[in-house]
């Protein structure tokens, strides 16, 4: 809960008189405070530089190292100050968060040392307010990744393999990192100077050589040395598919292995030499086969593995690709409005190239980047007019907007990696807030249920409630005088929706009787809900379910001495505490929930997560004095 | 073309509307306000000096411009109940302690308030709590009023209660209200019924004692 609102916690709790007029029920006693009221100033020596403040302003976050006790262990006597080991400029900003309530990053200090400062004044850097969140967790990152990257080299080059791995995975290592053996780095560079040598294989075979002795016609080298160049393309190709079922072999997960980029590489790079060597000698297939030649250049991807940047490069590309495809789909939409009116233009005349308005995108496309190839001109006037329009307006379209685009590319990247960045952070603020919210509900049921709503003598209590603070003490009782003047307890959300599935069940109807106490409760609201409440912390589920239930009416009134038999063997512990606690004041009938024959609650109940929830209330209300819980069945 | 237009001038539209709130918050923070001295106030509340230097250094810390408006106020209270929806209750709270009705509670009324609720006469505190379900300030309470301030009060327990909130509760729990306090039966309270009726209940004044302790 925000500290700040310690303050007002005084308030909250004199404006609960307004309810007292509307409680069925008498207000519980408030818990005795006994710390002595007067603000008293304290003095903090960090590292030579003092501090003073208020006890209060220490006390608004008992859950840190100054709010809570802890600090005793720093209490010099001599001096009756508080003495700190540590840095006086962080420690600054660490008092401001008790005074303010809101944390803030100073930003020219290192992270780490914030952080480690943090943890030992035991502050969550989640406080951080907003202004300086973002900054914080952007350094944070930067120095994880940098530590990452560091001890990731580190771990590549140095870690030496585990003993006892098998060969595979001693491949696998080999091949992504090949600085770990020299093996491997052998094989890097054999592999690396055959993607050349086939790259630069595929480039000249295709240059004209001098023809051979006898003929005019110039050929070119690869239909020379038809040999020569086949001989290398299978050397290359044999090393090639050797790497490629190398690494099938020594992956650790051959399916992720054969759907990753480098690999559908790597096939496309070898696949066309063995598709030519299957396919016959036919010239009307050999046509097909020439094309896929082509696919050989994507050999020159595998440079990629050999090559960070351009890995680097196509991470890229693939990031932007959104960003890309609007531009395209922008200047396609100029391009097919202009080669529309082009074509319809030059329609008149005479053996024009404007065949079609495809054939006109050609035009087009030539025109708007510029580059007028002067292949397709228009002849008609119109035509030229809508021409230069068009290739003015492609001025326009396209080297105006480049920059543009490539600076909103770059704006638009960040701002949506802080628009996720916030929405992340939003998210685990409002997860964060959730969680507090249920923390201190299930504070208070807590609470509740280590029986912190008797009144007892300072020895006699439990120890787990002697460790909170005296504001949640007060926060709870202002709670619990709540839950008294609505006559209705606070539940969580397990039980209330166990609770409303049984109520689904089916039920008998029953004769039910409304009997009332000499509070005048009234018990017309819920009858029947009493009725099945009854049934449910009675017996257990199954019998529930199966209709088992006696009809009862019984009004018994629990003495102390009475209350723990029945329930002691549920929690021993909270026996203790009823042993010990002595005035009970009971002005009222309590009735305790009539056990069919079945089932007794002495028996072990079955421990199913929502009925301790259910018997935990039940408990509370039995042990609180002036509690009315009626139950007919 | 026409859509690169188009996104440009998207981007221009989204600026606008939080330049307006900040100017809005920065008008709001310009207001301060200063309370009267500490001896005029220990002069009109049951406060020693120390209790009111406590109380304005709390009140200061959280609202340094001096006063709190309702939002805040809301927000605060909802802090306490994190199970259920304040907001209603801490409304009607905030009009019985906005006894200017400005819309802001400065710290005099704050510390007014406070010192009736603690540290006032039983009649005094019963007043205030007339005043608190008194919403139209006529004098009064009638019934609808008070079904608002109880579905209120029923608000802020939220909606996992044992037993389950199934029927009108709020409206039953005003019947049993109406019944101990009307006398004459004629659907209102006054102030008067109010308070004899209240004086009557002793385990109401026992548990008034309770609060008092507080500061």
Redesign the interface.
């Known amino acids: ?2 500290a ?2 310690a ?18 029920q ?2 519980p ?2 818990p005795v ?1 006994k710390k002595t ?3 008293e100033m304290l003095f903090v020596n960090v590292s030579g530089l003092r501090f003073q403040t ?1 006890k ?1 302003t220490l006390d608004r976050y008992p859950d840190t190292l100054l709010g809570s006790s802890e600090k005793e262990f720093f209490y010099n006597e001599d001096t009756q100050e508080y003495f700190f080991d540590r840095d006086p400029e962080m420690f600054r900003h660490i008092l401001n968060f008790y ?2 309530g809101k944390l803030h990053y100073p930003r020219h200090e290192c992270i780490q040392a914030f952080d480690e400062e943090l943890a030992f004044f035991g502050i969550v850097p989640e406080i951080i307010g907003d202004c300086c969140m973002e900054e914080y967790r952007d350094r944070k990152k930067e120095n994880q990744e940098r530590l990452a990257e560091d001890t990731e080299a580190e771990m590549a080059t140095d870690t030496p393999l585990p003993p006892n791995s098998t060969s595979r995975e001693r491949l696998w290592r080999a091949f992504e990192n090949p600085h770990t053996s020299t093996m491997a780095l052998v094989f890097y560079y054999v592999t690396g100077f055959f993607i050349a040598v086939s790259v630069i294989a595929n480039i000249v075979e295709t240059v004209p050589c001098r023809p051979p002795k006898g003929s005019k016609k110039d050929l070119p080298c690869g239909e020379k040395y038809s040999l020569a160049f086949f001989c290398m393309d299978t050397a290359c190709v044999l090393i090639f598919t050797f790497e490629y079922l190398m690494r099938l072999f020594a992956a650790p997960s051959r399916c992720k292995f054969m759907r990753s980029v480098m690999s559908v590489i790597d096939v496309v790079a070898i696949m066309p030499y063995y598709i030519g060597l299957v396919m016959p000698e036919n010239e009307d297939v050999s046509g097909a086969f020439v094309t896929l030649r082509v696919f050989r250049v994507f050999r020159i991807f595998k440079f990629s593995r050999h090559s960070q940047g351009l890995r680097i490069l196509g991470y890229t590309l693939k990031s932007c690709a959104s960003e890309l495809g ?1 531009l395209l ?2 200047l396609t ?2 391009i097919i409005i202009f080669a529309t009116v082009m074509f319809y233009a030059e329609k008149g005349t005479k053996g024009t190239n404007f065949t079609s308005i495809p054939a006109a995108f050609w035009y087009t496309i030539v025109t708007m980047t510029t580059l007028g190839y002067g292949d397709m001109v228009p002849n008609t006037i119109a035509g030229k007019i809508f021409g230069s329009i068009c290739s003015l ?1 492609g001025v ?2 396209i080297a105006l ?1 480049v920059p ?1 685009i490539v600076s909103n590319f770059s704006r638009i990247y960040h701002q949506n990696q802080r628009a996720d960045k916030m929405r992340a952070q939003q998210k685990v603020r409002l997860a964060r807030i959730r969680l507090a ?1 249920k923390g ?2 299930n504070a208070f049921l807590q609470y509740k249920e280590d029986g912190g709503l008797q009144i007892c003598d300072g020895d006699s209590t439990a120890v787990c409630l002697k460790n909170r603070s005296s504001f949640e003490h ?2 709870h009782h ?2 619990h005088c ?2 008294k ?2 006559n ?6 397990m ?2 929706s166990e ?2 599935m049984t109520e689904s069940v089916g039920y008998r109807t029953s004769r039910s009787t409304s009997l009332s106490s000499q509070q ?1 409760v ?1 018990t ?3 009858p029947r ?2 009725k099945r ?1 009854a049934i449910r912390l009675a017996n257990s589920t199954v019998s529930v379910s199966r209709g088992s239930v006696q009809e009862l009416d019984t009004l018994q009134v629990q003495k102390s001495s009475a209350g723990p038999q029945s329930r002691s063997s549920l929690n021993a512990r909270t026996e203790e505490l009823k042993l010990n606690c002595e005035d009970r004041d009971f002005t009222a009938a309590i009735i305790s929930i009539p056990t069919p024959p079945a089932n007794t609650p002495d028996e072990s109940l079955p421990s199913s997560p929502a009925i301790p929830g ?1 018997l935990r ?1 039940s408990r509370s209300s039995t042990y609180t004095h002036e509690t009315v819980k009626i139950s007919s069945l | 073309m026409g859509a690169v237009v188009g996104t440009l001038t998207m981007q221009t539209k989204q600026s606008r509307p939080s330049k307006d709130k900040v100017d809005d918050e920065l008008e709001m923070t310009m207001v301060c306000h200063r309370p009267e001295g500490l001896d005029q106030l220990e002069a009109q509340t049951n406060f020693s000096k120390q209790e009111l230097q406590v109380l304005y250094r709390g009140f200061k810390n959280e609202c340094p411009s001096g006063v709190v408006n309702e939002e805040t106020f809301k927000h605060i209270y909802a802090q306490f109940f994190p199970h259920g929806d304040a907001s209603t209750y801490a409304h009607y709270l905030f009009n019985a302690f906005d006894t200017t009705n400005n819309g802001s509670i400065k710290f005099e009324e704050f510390v007014m308030g406070l010192s009736t609720l603690l540290r006032g006469t039983v009649r005094e505190k019963l007043e205030w709590t007339f005043h608190l379900y008194d919403i139209n300030r006529d004098g009064y309470i009638n019934k609808e009023e008070m079904t608002e301030i109880v579905r209120a009060i029923y608000d802020m327990m939220g909606k996992y209660t044992y037993p389950a909130l199934k029927g009108d509760v709020p409206k039953q729990h005003v019947d049993a209200f109406f019944q101990k306090m009307d006398k004459n039966k004629d659907g209102i309270v006054t102030l008067e019924e109010f308070i004899t009726a209240c004086q009557e209940d002793e385990n109401m004044m026992r548990s008034m004692q309770l609060f008092e302790n507080v500061m």
């Open positions: 809960m925000a700040g609102v303050t007002w916690l005084p308030f909250a709790r004199a404006a609960a008189v307004g309810w007292l007029p509307l409680a069925k008498n207000m006693k408030p405070d009221r007067s603000d208020w209060n005074r303010t609007f789909f922008s939409m100029a307006s326009l379209v907007p543009v919210k201190t509900t007060q926060h202002l709670l709540l839950e003047t609505t209705h307890e606070f539940t969580d959300e039980t209330y609770m409303c005048g009234s017309s609201c819920c809900r009493a409440r259910i209330n």
